[in-house]
């Protein structure tokens, strides 16, 4: 049972254009939301987080929505470049006292020029 | 300031044989996960230490896996015997306190078993 759903394996997006990455969670328990970047060979690298609380939270290019209704929540990027290709993993904590995070599979962006 | 540093890198060994992934946190971090992840798959919890104790092994397959943290700083996960189906990254990472914390990973022991 996925706590925490990314429902695209990949998405293709152009240079300059907007990215949107999704992400569904189905236990209410969670506060904590992150968003992480892979690239090959790397271990995930801190992007940006938003807590229950808040329904947005910006940072340069990337801003992630929480809507705590839908229990959704996105990441978007713009503008897109090209070194923004990588795997994003999305994550929550805060499940019912389950310290530590519940990741998604994954969506690989590809930044196409 | 120095991230999470985890050896080795990479390390393939035969099917039964013993090995050992070593994860030093970044300083002052009291909490240290292990996480596993497999080929296409989001990193999975094996387990949590606050401090030097082990508070969530609960993911932690125990006939074959184990972890410590003795001093409540670095910490080593070993696998013995290893199976083919232990091939995959060894995640190490830290945080400042647990939940609602940012987690800081490592760049991971790629294990290959053959």
């Known amino acids: 049972d996925q706590q925490v759903k990314q429902n695209s394996p990949s998405l293709s997006v152009q240079e300059g254009r907007i990215s949107i990455l999704n992400c569904d969670y189905t236990n209410s328990m969670f506060d904590y939301f992150l968003w992480y970047k892979k690239y090959p060979a790397e271990g995930p690298t801190f992007l940006i987080s938003?807590?229950?609380?808040?329904d947005k939270n910006e940072d340069g290019r990337f801003t992630v929505f929480l809507n705590k209704s839908a229990k959704h929540l996105s990441l978007h990027i713009v503008p897109s470049q090209p070194g923004d290709s990588a795997v994003y993993f999305c994550a929550a904590s805060g499940g019912g006292g389950a310290d530590g995070l519940t990741f998604g599979k994954g969506t690989h962006l590809i930044i196409q020029p | 300031e120095a991230g999470v540093v985890q050896s080795p890198r990479y390390k393939i060994i035969e099917k039964k044989q013993p090995v050992a992934f070593w994860c030093n946190p970044i300083s002052g971090h009291n909490t240290l996960y292990w996480y596993l992840q497999n080929l296409g798959q989001g990193p999975e919890l094996l387990i949590r230490y606050e401090n030097e104790e082990a508070v969530d092994d609960s993911q932690l397959p125990k006939d074959r896996f184990s972890a410590e943290r003795l001093k409540g700083v670095d910490s080593t996960l070993k696998i013995q015997p290893a199976e083919l189906g232990d091939s995959a990254v060894y995640l190490c990472?830290?945080?400042?306190?647990?939940?609602?914390?940012?987690?800081?990973f490592g760049e991971g022991s790629w294990l290959t078993v053959v």
């Open positions: 938003i807590s229950s609380i808040k």
């Open positions: 990472a830290s945080s400042l306190g647990h939940s609602g914390n940012t987690i800081y």
